[in-house]
């Protein structure tokens, strides 16, 4: 059976301006085919076992010609295959869709074109620049500049497109900036006419260099202007000083790393987008049933026991969760802890248990199992049943505390946490070899752990030495303990345990980065 092909456009950069469709089509595909200017968040949502492939084109090489791009598509698909051409911004816009199209319908397969936002407006207006204005150009041009000066003037008439339109978009031309300029002053722009070149627009990597016509080739030079970057030149440049706005964004320019769990880590995702910081998941750790047999024995005897709890202590959303998995699967009502004060570490936690119907009793003081501690002790007597529905990897400070304080505790470790399935992120090791990642978040002890660990499967051999000069984020002083006898130097800890208070100290630490480089 043949298979399919989905040529879809990826969007500027940001992960997050893919079409809804786009997005869809990548969770379909079982080979994805990308090149260096699609989002690596966007391979992230692959289903399990899909394979990827790159294809990718830098300025001096191309890793695949587009001849051989043209006939991988075919041969996939022709091995019953769904297959997704994911390629930056727009695919009909210097996308080359048309080749790969145009092979695909000579075989016989079947394929669609599902459009995405191009760079040529999206990357200005990331900038504050509208490539339109009521009162500066009612009309744009999308140009290659990417071809060298005799081919570009074979497919540009300069005197034509100079002055056809109020705004000129040039993709890829950053190279010819020089060329391009002196075209265009020489058909009749004014040298004085103003021009950006914004790079990597949307991504943590976001520069725009302003000029004018006379100098801009000159400015590139000075400031090592590198692609990929879309040249806009027109009066609407001059908008940019009133209209930027991502630049003004407490995260933007940063490139951070999420450790946790992928089941808990949208909120964390979410806030950085939110604040124009560029978030990349790499969960490195999943929480599963436990397997073991006296496992599973502990957790049946403690669950019978719950009628007789004076205490539920839970310390972690996890904790909460798995509790209420195992109540159900044995069979047991929630109103069997009828007799019990169930109290929760943190306001994650005792939201958790909010949606199941439970108001915890909170605790004031560090959100660990200290202040937990502090908060009852007084309330805590000698002889009381305590239940602790806890992780494998949970610290034995709690349990020992209360029975030396004469209470009867029962643990039963209700998940395992071990590392997650399909840590192999070669996208992530180039980042970080290029100092591209600018911080990691830690939020337990075993996100460090795992993490490490991680990166030892990938053939690091001394990931601490490939950490060196990246800033590690930790919630809270065990996470930052556990990180510094790893060998990592912490440089932010939330003041709380908590993902707000996370994000407080990246913002705190991102606008003293600034000020000091101003």
């Known amino acids: 059976m043949v298979g399919k092909v989905y040529l879809v456009g990826a969007g500027p950069g940001d992960a997050r301006l893919i079409t809804v469709k786009g997005w869809e089509c990548i969770q379909l595909g079982d080979v994805i085919v990308y090149d260096r200017l699609a989002s690596p968040r966007l391979l992230g949502l692959m289903k399990p076992g899909a394979q990827k492939i790159y294809v990718g084109k830098l300025p001096d090489r191309h890793t695949m010609k587009?001849?051989?791009i043209n006939q991988l598509l075919v041969d996939l698909a022709l091995e019953g295959k769904t297959v997704v051409r994911l390629k930056g911004g727009d695919p009909t816009i210097f996308g080359r869709v048309g080749e790969e199209a145009g092979l695909l319908r000579k075989h016989g397969i079947s394929y669609e074109i599902i459009p995405g936002i191009t760079s040529a407006i999206s990357v200005p207006a990331y900038a504050g620049i509208p490539v339109t204005h009521r009162d500066m150009a009612s009309s744009l041009s999308i140009i290659t500049?990417?071809?060298?000066?005799?081919?570009?003037?074979?497919?540009?008439?300069w005197d034509k497109v100079t002055n056809a339109t109020g705004t000129l978009i040039f993709m890829m031309g950053v190279a010819k900036i020089g060329y391009?300029?002196?075209?265009?002053?020489?058909?009749?722009k004014p040298s004085d006419t103003p021009v950006a070149l914004i790079r990597w627009g949307t991504r943590a990597e976001q520069?725009?260099?302003?000029?004018?016509?006379?100098?801009?080739?000159?400015k590139v030079k000075a400031a090592n202007f590198q692609p990929p970057a879309v040249i806009v030149v027109g009066e609407v440049v001059n908008q940019r000083e009133q209209l930027k706005w991502a630049e003004d964004m407490p995260l933007f320019g940063k490139?951070?790393?999420?450790?946790?769990?992928?089941?808990?880590?949208s909120s964390l995702v979410h806030r950085i987008e939110e604040l124009g910081g560029e978030p990349y998941e790499f969960p490195v750790i999943q929480t599963v049933v436990p397997?073991?047999?006296?496992a599973k024995q502990n957790i049946k005897e403690a669950f019978v026991r719950l009628p007789e709890y004076d205490w539920v202590f839970f310390t972690s959303v996890n904790g909460v969760e798995y509790f209420f998995t195992h109540l159900k699967e044995q069979g047991k009502d929630v109103r069997a802890l009828y007799k019990a004060r169930i109290a929760a570490v943190g306001p994650a936690t005792a939201d958790a248990l909010r949606t199941h119907g439970i108001v915890a009793e909170q605790i004031v003081g560090p959100f660990q199992a200290e202040g937990l501690l502090e908060a009852f002790e007084q309330d805590l007597q000698a002889g009381q049943n305590v239940f602790l529905p806890r992780g494998d990897l949970a610290r034995s400070w709690l349990p020992d505390q209360l029975r030396e304080m004469g209470l009867r505790v029962t643990e039963a470790d209700l998940y395992q946490t071990v590392l997650a399935a399909n840590t192999q992120d070669d996208e992530l090791l180039k980042l970080l070899e290029e100092r591209a990642i600018h911080a990691i978040t830690f939020t337990s002890s075993s996100t460090v752990t795992f993490f490490l660990e991680a990166l030892r499967q990938m053939g690091i051999s001394d990931p601490v030495s490939l950490l060196e000069g990246v800033t590690i984020a930790v919630i809270g002083p065990l996470t930052g303990e556990t990180a510094t006898q790893?060998?990592?130097?912490?440089?932010?800890?939330?003041?709380?345990?908590?993902?707000?208070?996370?994000?407080?100290?990246?913002?705190?630490?991102?606008?003293?980065?600034?000020?000091m480089t101003l």
Do not use: N, Y
């Open 66 to 68: 587009q001849e051989e």
């Open 145 to 157: 500049g990417h071809e060298s000066p005799d081919k570009l003037d074979k497919s540009i008439h």
């Open 180 to 188: 391009i300029s002196d075209q265009l002053i020489k058909h009749g």
């Open 207 to 218: 520069d725009t260099l302003v000029g004018t016509l006379a100098d801009i080739e000159a």
């Open 255 to 265: 490139r951070i790393l999420v450790t946790r769990a992928r089941a808990q880590a």
């Open 291 to 294: 397997s073991d047999e006296q």
């Open 486 to 515: 790893a060998g990592l130097t912490v440089s932010l800890m939330s003041e709380k345990a908590t993902i707000e208070s996370l994000i407080q100290s990246l913002c705190d630490w991102k606008q003293s980065s600034t000020v």
